[in-house]
């Protein structure tokens, strides 16, 4: 499989955004890149940490160009996960990838005066040295303590979990089936909208480090038919994308699915089992002028 290096993703990075027509969400911005790209199945399911329940590596990496891109002044995050194109990004087609890591690392090191190192490597080579600001280490550092406790939780804790997540988040009457041969389907719930309507949804909880293959999708399709038109897939793992692609087949009941990045962000946004806390940091200023004249 071909290895992209970070300073290989900027131009197809910022390609994809003006193809978008100047914003996209991160999922958007992901799909664009991988066309542009011409990537496999593969290349786009391979996880960025093997083994472990992690994103995969063409999303780890572009999280970190979008990340960098803004700090180049070319992007913006108006919303969570939306991405927006500044004025100086939208007169901007390519950039010089080297470039923007020295430039960005020389910011970095010009506001912290101390500069914690990153290194990334593609076959044992070493690549750019990326010097990672506090709050991009410590996202990182909270997100992979939480899908490692995720994914250590067992099956049926994990199931409530999920019907805890569908309850705060608006669903009724949500009920864990709490048997196997049921097509894969771990319960049930209900969604109102508008006070008026309502549907019924069919859910499924997988507890994988690896990818949720078109199988899974496939079988959970034939456990909805005749009961529901909507079904929800939870997974600490993420999902290969001949899955996506059967999850919305022409014909078929539509579901929707969350992968263990969106899992992680809606247990904080919720507030379960994750806390947030501002932090203040004291930045000091010497005046040589004062000890001059005083």
């Given amino acids: 499989m071909r290895k992209f290096a970070f300073h290989e993703l900027y131009n197809p990075c910022l390609q994809a955004l003006h193809a978008l027509g100047g914003s996209g969400t991160n999922q958007e911005i992901h799909d664009k890149v991988a066309q542009i790209l011409a990537l496999t199945d593969e290349e786009i399911a391979e996880p960025h940490k093997p ?21 180049y002044g070319l992007l913006e995050n108006t919303s969570r996960g939306v991405w927006t194109l500044t004025q100086k990004g939208l007169s901007v087609s390519r950039v010089d990838g080297r470039e923007v890591i020295r ?3 020389e910011m970095v090191r010009q506001e912290k005066k101390q500069s914690q190192v990153l290194s990334f490597s593609d076959n044992g080579h070493v690549e750019e040295e990326l010097v990672a600001s506090d709050e991009i280490a ?7 303590e939480l899908i490692t406790v995720l994914a250590n939780m067992p099956p049926s804790e994990f199931e409530r979990l999920c019907q805890r997540i569908l309850r705060e988040s608006g ?20 969604v109102r909208i508008g006070g008026f309507l309502s549907f019924k949804v069919l859910f499924q909880c997988k507890r994988w480090q690896n990818a949720v293959g078109s199988g899974v999708v496939r079988d959970f399709h034939g456990a909805m038919t005749g009961r529901t038109e909507k079904g929800l897939i939870i997974t600490t793992g993420n999902y290969t994308p001949a899955a996506i692609r059967e999850a919305t087949r022409d014909g078929a009941p539509e579901i929707d699915l969350v992968d263990g990045e969106q899992l992680i962000d809606k247990l904080k946004e919720l507030s379960l089992g994750v806390s947030t806390k501002q932090v203040i940091v004291e930045q000091v200023t010497i005046d040589p002028d004062f000890f001059k004249n005083i």
Avoid: C, H, M
Avoid at 51 to 71: D, N
Avoid at 174 to 189: A, F, K, L, N, Q
């Fill in 51 to 71: 083994g472990i329940s992690s994103p995969t590596r063409i999303a780890y990496r572009l999280a970190w160009v979008r990340t960098w891109l803004k700090r």
């Fill in 103 to 105: 430039a960005v690392n």
């Fill in 138 to 144: 410590a996202k990182d550092v909270w997100r992979e």
């Fill in 171 to 190: 669903f009724t009457q949500v009920e864990v089936s709490g048997r196997s041969g049921d097509g894969g389907i771990d319960g049930i719930g209900v």
